[in-house]
C-alpha cells in the first residue's frame, strides 16, 4: 500500500474528528476537502484509492470515504449510519475471527467487542484475507443465526459485537499463515 493510500485511509478512519475534516454519519467527505487537507493532487488521491490493498477506499463522485473500520472514538460516522450504508446479510455458515490466545478466555466471559473501532470484522473461510494480522493464533468460530451481520461494500462482514454463546468453536493458528508478512 501506498503512503498515500496509507495516509487517506488514516484520515477517513481515525482522523477526520481532530483534523477538522466534515464528514457524513456514514463516513463521507467531499474530495476538495481531503485533497485540501492532505495536500494532495486529484491523480494521486486516484492512486490512493487504487493503491488501497484493502479496498477501503470508496469514491462517489465528488465525495470519498473509508468502507469500514472507523474508529469510534472522535470521529463523526456513527454506527447506525455506517449500518444504513452497508448491506444486511443472513450468512447460513460459520464466520471466523482471528484473535491471540491472552483475548480468548474475556472473550469466552464477556463478549467479543470491536475495542476501539465501530464494529468487530468477520471472515467467510478460515483462510480469508479478512483481519489478518500478526497477533493471531485462535480462529474463533462465530455461529452468525442471531448476529446483525452487514456486508462493507469491499466485502468485508461486520457485526457489532459476538455473544459467547455465538462462539462455537475455537481453532489454533500457525502464526505464519496469518502474518502480514
Do not use: F
Amino acid at each position: 500500500m501506498s503512503r498515500d493510500s496509507r495516509m487517506v485511509s488514516r484520515l477517513l478512519r481515525h482522523t477526520a474528528g481532530e483534523r477538522g475534516l466534515t464528514m457524513s454519519a456514514d463516513g463521507w467527505a467531499a474530495i476538495s476537502d481531503v485533497l485540501e487537507l492532505l495536500h494532495l493532487t486529484r491523480e494521486r488521491l486516484d492512486a490512493a484509492v487504487r493503491d488501497n490493498d484493502k479496498q477501503r477506499l470508496q469514491v462517489d463522485r465528488d465525495r470519498i470515504r473509508a468502507c469500514q473500520g472507523h474508529s469510534r472514538a472522535g470521529m463523526p460516522v456513527t454506527r447506525e449510519a455506517l449500518e444504513n450504508s452497508w448491506e444486511r446479510v443472513h450468512p447460513d455458515h460459520l464466520l471466523w475471527h482471528g484473535t491471540n490466545g491472552q483475548a480468548l478466555s474475556a472473550i469466552q466471559h464477556e463478549c467479543l467487542k470491536p475495542g476501539r473501532r465501530t464494529h468487530v470484522h468477520l471472515a467467510q473461510s478460515k483462510d480469508s484475507q479478512v483481519g489478518r494480522r500478526s497477533a493471531v493464533d485462535v480462529l474463533l468460530g462465530v455461529d452468525p443465526g442471531n448476529l446483525a451481520v452487514y456486508r462493507a461494500p469491499n466485502g468485508v462482514l461486520l457485526t457489532r459485537e459476538v455473544p459467547p454463546d455465538a462462539i462455537v468453536r475455537v481453532d489454533a493458528v500457525h502464526r505464519a499463515r496469518w502474518s502480514d508478512g
